[in-house]
T-cell receptor, first 113, second 116 residues
Framework: AQSVTQLGSHVSVSEGALVLLRCNYS??????LFWYVQYPNQGLQLLLK??????LVKGINGFEAEFKKSETSFHLTKPSAHMSDAAEYFC???????????FGQGTELSVKP | EPEVTQTPSHQVTQMGQEVILRCVPI?????FYWYRQILGQKVEFLVS????????KSEIFDDQFSVERPDGSNFTLKIRSTKLEDSAMYFC??????????????FGPGTRLLVL
């Protein structure tokens, strides 16, 4: 079975600083990987996805993620944090023909002024 | 932009009661899913549904749970006899998907279920 590990349940950065949220996966086959964001009291919004095309994937709101097979990682970055980026971020891997998502435990991002 | 909708947004029920959570997936999507998120925990897969039948279900999805697509638009999750531990946020998701290909899932805003 596939799994996802997100290092750090809580990350705090200053406004304007680099955001780095870590995600490692385990998969026996080339994975489909996703990052979702959950703002307070809202549902999950797709940020970006990796589907075995380009290893550097650009998403919405200035976020991007790089797939590194050798490190089994799919870390999420943003060059300059904004206050509105404060949310919970989930990394997920798709498994099986039906495409069910296996989620990591989530990382809560705080942005300090 | 099309989106997944869910009703109600909040539901409070007594233990042992039946609840039905409703979802309207994006109209041209073929795959439908339910997930739940217990407060403070990760999002967990419950069930996937394709071509009018369950394609996969998790260990959580026991005989107390059922899903149905009663018409061309709604997708429902029924919990027959709720337990305290069913209290969670329930998310519906849908995907246009193709067999064997990536199935990018779009999520609804969730229904927060509280069982007393």
């Amino acid at each position: 079975a596939q799994s996802v590990t997100q290092l750090g349940s809580h990350v705090s950065v200053s406004e304007g600083a680099l955001v780095l949220l870590r995600c490692n996966y385990s998969s026996s086959v080339p994975p489909y990987l996703f990052w979702y964001v959950q703002y307070p009291n809202q549902g999950l919004q797709l940020l970006l996805k990796y589907t075995s095309a380009a290893t550097l994937v650009k998403g919405i709101n200035g976020f991007e993620a790089e797939f590194k097979k050798s490190e089994t990682s799919f870390h999420l970055t943003k060059p300059s944090a904004h206050m509105s980026d404060a949310a919970e971020y989930f990394c997920a891997v798709s498994e099986g023909q039906g495409g069910k998502l296996i989620f990591g435990q989530g990382t809560e991002l705080s942005v300090k002024p | 932009e099309p989106e997944v909708t869910q009703t109600p947004s909040h539901q409070v029920t007594q233990m042992g009661q039946e609840v039905i959570l409703r979802c309207v997936p994006i109209s041209n999507h073929l795959y439908f899913y339910w997930y739940r998120q217990i407060l403070g925990q990760k999002v967990e897969f419950l069930v996937s549904f394709y071509n009018n039948e369950i394609s996969e279900k998790s260990e959580i999805f026991d005989d107390q749970f059922s899903v149905e697509r009663p018409d061309g638009s709604n997708f429902t999750l029924k919990i027959r006899s709720t337990k305290l531990e069913d209290s969670a946020m329930y998310f519906c998701a849908s995907s246009v998907g193709t067999s064997g290909g990536v199935k990018t899932q779009y999520f609804g805003p969730g229904t927060r279920l509280l069982v007393l």
